[in-house]
C-alpha cells in the first residue's frame, strides 16, 4: 500500500519559514487533488492548502499569502512553502492524497513556532 511521507518539519521563532516536502512511498502522486492539514493541540485537523493536477491552489484564509504549495513536473514531490510563520501555525502538518477514492496520509511532521 502506497505510504506518504513528510518531512521538514521542525522549530522555528515567528517570521521565519520552513518547506515541508511529501512524497508517496512508491511511484508518484496520481490524485486529482492534493493537500496539507493541520492540527494543533485540542483542535480538530484543518485544511491548510490544495492543489490540484492542473496546478490550481486553494488556501486556508488564515495561511493566504503565507504559505506556498506546490509540486514538481514529475508529480513525485508535493511541498508546502512556510513563510511568516506565526506561534498559532504550530501544530503537526500532514499531507493529504488519493488512491480511486480512498484518502491516505502521511504520519505528520510537527511544526513549532515560538514567540
Known amino acids: 500500500q502506497v505510504q506518504l511521507v513528510e518531512s521538514g518539519g521542525g522549530s522555528v521563532q515567528a517570521g521565519g519559514s520552513l518547506r515541508l516536502s511529501c512524497v508517496p512511498s512508491r511511484g508518484f502522486f496520481n490524485s486529482k487533488v492534493m493537500g496539507w492539514y493541520r492540527q494543533a493541540p485540542g483542535k480538530q485537523r484543518e485544511l491548510v492548502a490544495t492543489?490540484?493536477?492542473?496546478?490550481?491552489?486553494n488556501y486556508a484564509d488564515s495561511v493566504k499569502d503565507r504559505f506556498i504549495i506546490s509540486r514538481d513536473r514529475a508529480m513525485r514531490t508535493m511541498f508546502l512553502q512556510m513563510n511568516s510563520l506565526k506561534p498559532e501555525d504550530t501544530a503537526v502538518y500532514y499531507c493529504n492524497s488519493f488512491i480511486g477514492d480512498t484518502p491516505v496520509w502521511g504520519q505528520g511532521t510537527q511544526v513549532t513556532v515560538s514567540s
Open positions: 492543489i490540484t493536477a492542473g496546478g490550481t491552489t
